[in-house]
């Protein structure tokens, strides 16, 4: 039994491992773990289902040649340094994660800061919380996010703004939820989508893409005007600029607020009310408030209205950047960012002094690098010449995807470290390095509320797979700085990170770096190995003191920005974000089959209204354009869209499928003080796209390659692999997608539809059922023959003699119940609370993760009866 952390998002949950067998083991909630106390969403109960070895990197390979460590670190070494040599420190280049673990980010960080000397180390974080980061440096004057998970239990109203947390944040969205049923906590969620965490809330404002400047705006105007801004607070632990309250002044009003978000005025004063009477309130924020073209502006918006009002330091009041990724407030730490330096220092001279004393850097970066999207843009122009891509997917995640896979193509030498073999960007690698996946590494992580935790290691590194850290220092070994790099083990670089996070902080000067790690830098290694989470920082704040020159907060000026009528080439707006069951470019939830069924192909959602308008139909292809690319996805109609926005997911790629190609469509476009790009809102057109005949393959085992057809998309289910297929053209060709074995074949030429299986020793091994216009079976009794010694004769009838019911997608993950089933029962057994669902079918009494859904499937069939 081994306590590890969550290898998914920002909640950080403390994991049990228990090994079984070679490569498998049993994974549940660590009940000690303050983050998650024993519970785990649908991604952490599943993790179990990811660990085996398929599609893994095993072997350093040079192109498409297996090679030895030695070869490979010697290469990637002697080409660094000749580019370096030859074009100067800034022709190279970092692209790192907030999936490493710190001590990874820690050795990443020093060689390129302080031994290459350049600070072209940017991360995926820059597309994450950049904002925030720059947000609370502008108003604390460093990088603390001030808020912990208690301070919603202890909280009076909770506003969630541009955050699914039920999605995204499920255990933080628990906990939500019982301070709820416990003291009565009101929560407001604003979100231009009426999502599952809108669906249950006391207040959603459907507001305006990109409009929370004009409503935080309006909020603190309202505030002044009911006398709950604290001018004692501010007098005393805030700067207020000059003329910072002309910015909340005329256009501010109630109507305007509205008007400017497009929401109904009496709902605005609801809202408004509501934060006016209750000093215990927690905003919290994540991506629609980040990743915006504003994004820094909208999260310094958020921080005046608490800072104003003096919510902030206090149990159960303060502003509440949640991150997404396990790791990254530990990037924020160690200042993975190409603009931070380490230990929460920035690149004014006294700091480059400072951390050049503590690391004996030969070649200090004196300045920012370059961010992600000017990186990429620098890649494209060949003015990178040497990349080293670690833990992240950009030629999937990056905006304007097609211009950085173009970039990465043209690289002269790239070089990727992941745990995947075959990724969009690794195909374009010279060298791939394999790296130690979750549960096989060491080391640690820090949440979203500034706790940090161990991940410890259960399985033996598999083929050649070496952690992170260990390649990066093999490699700045080898580029000539062996001291500099002599790190043995994880707990070594951790005691180095902690060391320098209490270099020289102290109060000389009147200023201190709040974040320190005292009482670590001499921990040994049995103590490390033991470590409990534990949260540094404390409640910081709560003295009114601010690490400024002057111990005050910052009050920012900032104005909504315009929004600008829809363009007459591209009427709608595109947002983009996550699916409940799937983590970014699904290289580890794509493997588990309960995960894939939750949604299994790459949807656009669009308003019926709209859908009327555009000749599009539920269930129909689209395609979806921006002036930067096009991609397909499948139609959904849905009511909890705005009219004229789209809502695409990010996870899809070239491994699982034809459209869904998100990243192609977003501008390059950053915020100007953040540099996050904005990928919430993109102008874009929609048009239908009719297909010839629709069907499906079911394949025995991992089937490999895509089907080269318009429309096809892969999802994971026990056994084997299904792909969902549409096109035009004739579908014999897909006849190629089979296996060699004994045929069964029906053809229906009045319904044009086909019907092949294939049978291997009496068991089913593959089957294709094809239809030009009648229906097709549903698949789940096709995909369980699968596991059956022997396949039926109904085989090309797709089910068993008698009555089945498909389950369709599949709502509870952990007891693979489908919407299909919930819905009948709902209806036949009249079901009425999601604790009854519970008890007639098991849904929603493990993970939790699907209570929102079950309480929206409720609602509808009650307005349905209605
Ligand atoms: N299931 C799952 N969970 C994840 C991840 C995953 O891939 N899958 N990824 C993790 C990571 S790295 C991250 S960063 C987090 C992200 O977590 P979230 O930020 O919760 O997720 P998103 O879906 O990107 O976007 C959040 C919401 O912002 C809304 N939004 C769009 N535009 C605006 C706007 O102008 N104003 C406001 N107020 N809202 C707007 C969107 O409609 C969307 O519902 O999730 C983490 N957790
Ligand atoms: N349009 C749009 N684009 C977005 C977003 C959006 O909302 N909309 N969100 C953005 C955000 S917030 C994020 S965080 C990014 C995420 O985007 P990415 O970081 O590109 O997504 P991942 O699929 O998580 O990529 C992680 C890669 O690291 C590998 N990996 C996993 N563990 C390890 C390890 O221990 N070591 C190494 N070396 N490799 C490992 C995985 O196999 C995978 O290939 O996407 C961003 N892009
Ligand atoms: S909320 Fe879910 S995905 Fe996030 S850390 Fe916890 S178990 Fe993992
Ligand atoms: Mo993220």
């Known amino acids: 039994m081994i306590r590890t952390t969550c290898a998914y998002c920002g909640v950080g949950c403390g994991v ?55 070869r ?60 925030a980061v720059a947000g609370h440096t502008r108003a604390f004057g460093e990088d603390i996010v001030p808020a912990t998970y208690a301070d919603l239990d202890a909280a009076d109203l909770i506003v969630l703004v541009g955050s699914n947390t039920a999605w995204c944040h499920p255990i933080v969205w628990q906990r939500i939820e019982a301070a709820r049923a416990a003291r009565g906590t009101r929560l407001v ?77 009496e709902d605005l004063r609801r809202f408004f009310d509501l934060f006016a009477a209750t000093p215990r309130t927690v905003t919290m924020f994540s991506q629609g408030i980040n990743q915006s073209l504003a994004g820094t502006d909208q999260v310094n918006a958020i921080l005046n209205v608490h800072l104003a009002t003096a919510r902030i330091g206090k149990p159960g009041a303060a502003p509440f950047s ?141 083929g050649e797979a070496k952690p992170d850290w260990w390649i990066v220092k093999e490699v700045g070994r080898r580029m000539g700085w062996k001291t500099a790099f002599a790190y043995d083990r994880p707990a070594e670089i951790w005691r180095e990170h902690c ?71 591209w009427p709608m707006t595109l947002n983009t974000g996550r699916y409940r069951d799937h983590w970014h470019s699904m290289t580890r939830t794509g493997l588990s089959p309960r995960l894939a069924r939750h949604r299994e192909e790459p949807l656009v959602e669009v308003h019926p209204d709209d859908a009327a308008a555009l000749g599009l139909r539920d269930g129909g292809l689209a395609r979806v354009a921006t002036p930067q690319g096009d991609s397909l996805f499948r139609i959904r109609l849905a009511a909890t869209q705005r009219r004229g926005e789209l809502f695409v997911p990010i996870h899809w790629t070239d491994r699982t499928a034809t459209g869904g190609r998100t990243g192609l469509l977003p501008r390059p476009l950053a915020d100007l003080i953040s540099g996050q790009p ?80 294939v049978l291997r020793q009496g068991r089913l091994a593959a089957a294709l059922f094809v239809t030009r216009d009648g229906t097709l079976p549903g698949r789940d009794w096709l995909v369980a023959q699968l596991a059956e010694p022997v396949a039926p004769p109904t085989l090309l009838a797709g089910r068993a003699p008698g009555v089945q019911v498909d389950r369709g997608p599949i709502v509870c993950a952990c007891f693979d119940v489908g919407l299909t089933t919930i819905v009948a029962a709902i209806a036949s057994q009249r079901l009425t609370d999601v604790a009854a669902i519970g008890g007639a079918l098991k849904a929603g009494t493990n993970c939790g993760s699907c209570r929102p859904a079950l309480a929206r499937l409720l609602q509808e069939s009650q307005t349905h009866v209605a």
Not at 90 to 116: H, P, R
Not at 323 to 341: F, H, I, K
Request: net charge neutral; proline share 7%.
């Open 322 to 462: 949640i991150t997404g990724q396990p790791n990254a407030m530990g990037g924020r730490e160690v200042g993975g960012l190409a603009s931070t330096l380490a230990a929460h220092m920035d690149f004014a001279p006294d700091n480059v002094a400072r951390v050049g004393r503590f690391w004996a850097a030969p070649n200090m970066a004196t300045a920012p690098g370059l961010k992600a999207v000017d990186l990429f843009r620098e890649l494209g122009h060949g003015r990178i010449k040497a990349l080293w891509v670690m833990a992240t997917n950009p030629a999937v995640s990056m905006p304007d995807a097609g211009r950085v896979r173009d970039g990465l193509a043209a690289c002269p030498f790239v070089v990727v470290s992941d745990v995947i073999a075959a990724t969009d960007t690794s195909v374009h690698a010279h060298v791939r390095l394999p790296a130690a996946a979750w549960g096989e590494k060491d080391g640690t992580v820090t949440n979203s509320d500034r706790t940090v935790s161990r991940q410890r290691a259960f399985l033996p590194l598999p």
């Open 189 to 265: 969620v604003i979100d231009p989508r009426r999502t599952e965490t809108a669906d249950g809330a006391d207040l959603h404002l459907a507001i305006r893409p990109g409009s929370d400047v004009a409503l935080m705006q309006g909020l603190l105007a309202w505030c002044r005007a009911a006398g709950v801004v604290d001018d004692a607070y501010l007098a005393r632990h805030v700067a207020t600029p000059e003329g910072f309250w002309a910015t909340c002044g005329a256009g501010s009003d109630l109507w305007s607020t509205a008007r400017a978000c497009d929401v109904p005025a």
């Open 678 to 757: 904005g990928f919430k809102a993109t102008p874009a057109r929609i048009t239908p796209v009719a297909v010839a005949w629709r069907g499906f393959v079911i394949v025995a085992g991992d089937t490999g390659d895509r089907p080269d057809c318009l429309w096809a998309t892969r999802v994971a289910v026990p056994c084997g692999t299904v792909w969902d297929l549409a096109g035009d053209g004739d579908p014999a060709r897909l006849d190629r997608l089979l296996p060699a074995g004994e045929r069964l074949e029906a053809i229906d030429a009045a319904r044009g539809s086909r019907r092949v299986a």
């Open 16 to 70: 049990v491992a228990t090994p079984t067998g070679a490569r498998t083991a049993t994974i549940a909630g660590d009940p000690d773990h303050p983050a998650n106390a024993g519970r785990l969403c649908s991604k952490g109960t599943h993790l179990g289902e990811t660990i085996g070895l398929e599609g893994r990197l095993l072997a350093p390979m040079i192109g498409a040649r297996r090679a030895s460590w030695d």
């Open 72 to 131: 490979a670190l010697d290469l990637v070494a002697r080409r660094f340094r000749e580019t370096i040599a030859t074009h100067g420190p800034n022709s190279v280049a970092f692209y790192v994660s907030g999936q490493l673990l710190t001590e990874d980010y820690y050795v990443a960080n020093k060689l390129m800061k302080g031994f290459i000397g350049s600070a072209n180390i940017d991360t995926n974080s820059r597309l994450c919380m950049s904002s």
């Open 499 to 569: 060391r320098l996070s209490m270099y020289e902080n102290d109060d000389a000067g009147g200023r201190r770096r709040l974040f320190a790690l005292p009482g670590h830098a001499a921990i040994g290694n049995a103590a490390y190995d033991a470590m409990p989470p534990f949260r540094w920082g404390g409640t910081p704040f709560a003295d009114g003191r601010y690490p400024t020159p002057d111990g005050r907060a910052r009050l920012v000026p900032v104005t909504q920005k315009p929004i600008g009528a829809p363009l007459a080439d």
